[in-house]
């Protein structure tokens, strides 16, 4: 257990990132929020490429454009994967899940879009 500081804060030196937020209690939700950024911006990047508008990428949804904003919205970790799934279709995509063992998840999210994701600050 990591000592408390006279402040009442926790001394996290020397501890991991995943450490410090299981202690917090929040890794699950930082996680699904992580994963719904990487998302977002890849079907945005997807739509940018195709120059495809948010109007026309929520007709061929057959959905409304707030519904389009909900997808989109990094925050927004409540869409289904069929959601997902379709949106990922509209644009010739395919979306593709995986369940590891929690120490190959940082190779996994290592590529050239999460790298530059995290570079921009989004």
Known sequence: MKK?????????????FDSFLEEEGIR???EAVAVKRILAWQLEQ????????????????RTSRSQLDRLLDPQNTAVTIDTVT???RVLGKRLVLRITEPGKVRKAVRTRERVSLVRRGG
């Open 46 to 61: 997807a739509m940018k490429e195709q120059q495809k508008t948010k109007q026309a990428m929520a007709r061929e949804l």
């Open 28 to 30: 699950e939700e930082v």
């Open 86 to 88: 379709r949106a990922a």
């Open 4 to 16: 408390k500081q006279a402040n009442g804060a926790h001394n996290h030196s020397g501890s991991t």
